[in-house]
């Protein structure tokens, strides 16, 4: 409506021109009077819709990318309102000695399952490492393997709009989502704080709430032997006041997941804004 009134003002001015008089504009200042309000709350509304414009691409243009693990032999499917990136197998470690990788990363989900994905490189030569070299990988707690079944857990990588964040609630009952988020669609599961003493897991990581317990969570494997669950110490979150005071104290395995802290992964709670359509604001919404 605005730009019609300007254009029809701006012919009208032409015209006047065109005709000599003094003072073109004389006759229309007082239309800009009478409806200065109306101006300047279109105006206000063009200036807000910029900003928005504006913050949507700032938060949302590019995507939240994560990796998604369910201790499963089935390919996960990523929540809804998230797109899918690739499906693979969930990696912990690619060799003895490398870092922990985080399970949030995309790069713990790799396309193929291989139990030496690396190659040690000396000078112009390269060969497979030793037989003593292993990759450390999540189980898939299948209990029953047949020759040939791979035991890595599956796992997907999706690109959210929204930001994500894990919430652990130190007790036996799944955590309640912070005022704005939701955990609609999205995992719950026990707080994961270390595989052995060195691989750290931070708490603020949504690869830190794993959807199992399982006392020995990972797989280790080598060319020469293949694959086997590792009977290694694992760090938990444990729930507060459980009861367990005393470094003798202990509980079966089976027991443990009453004295496991549980966890819930949240989203930001807005309209879905996918990455790749920037069509994400209307201009019907603000006239």
Not at 10 to 25: F, K, M, N, T
Not at 92 to 116: H, N, Q, T, W
Not at 216 to 245: T, Y
């Amino acid at each position: 409506m605005f730009l019609i009134v300007v254009v029809v003002m701006v012919c009208l001015v032409e015209a006047d021109i065109q005709s000599g008089s003094g003072r073109p504009y004389q006759q229309y200042d007082n239309y800009f009077m009478r409806n200065s309000n109306d101006v300047r709350t279109i105006q206000n509304r063009l200036a807000m819709l910029e900003k928005k414009i504006d913050n949507v691409e700032a938060d949302y243009g590019y995507g939240k990318v994560f990796a998604m693990h369910l201790q499963s032999d089935q390919k996960p499917v990523c929540p809804l309102g998230t797109f899918q990136l690739w499906n693979g197998y969930s990696l912990v470690k690619a060799f003895e000695g490398s870092g922990y990788i985080d399970l949030s990363d995309p790069g713990s989900c790799m396309r193929e399952f291989d139990p030496v994905p690396h190659v040690l490189c000396r000078g112009k030569k390269c060969r497979l490492s030793g037989s003593n070299w292993k990759s450390t990988w999540l189980w898939n707690r299948k209990k029953s393997i047949k020759q040939g079944d791979i035991m890595a857990s599956r796992c997907s990588v999706c690109e959210s709009a929204k930001s994500l964040l894990v919430v652990h609630s130190q007790n036996t009952t799944k955590p309640r989502c912070p005022t704005g988020y939701t955990s609609q669609h999205f995992w719950s599961g026990y707080s994961f704080l270390s595989a052995g003493k060195s691989a750290k897991v931070s708490l603020s990581s949504i690869g830190s709430c794993l959807p199992f317990f399982e006392s020995s969570p990972f797989i280790e494997c080598d060319s020469k032997h293949g694959c086997k669950v590792v009977q290694a110490s694992n760090v938990w979150l444990r729930v507060a006041g459980s009861g367990l005071l005393h470094p003798k104290d202990t509980i079966r395995s089976r027991d443990a997941p009453k004295r496991i802290s549980r966890c819930q992964i949240c989203a930001l709670y807005t309209p879905t804004l996918w990455p790749r359509d920037r069509r994400v604001v209307e201009y019907d919404d603000y006239f």
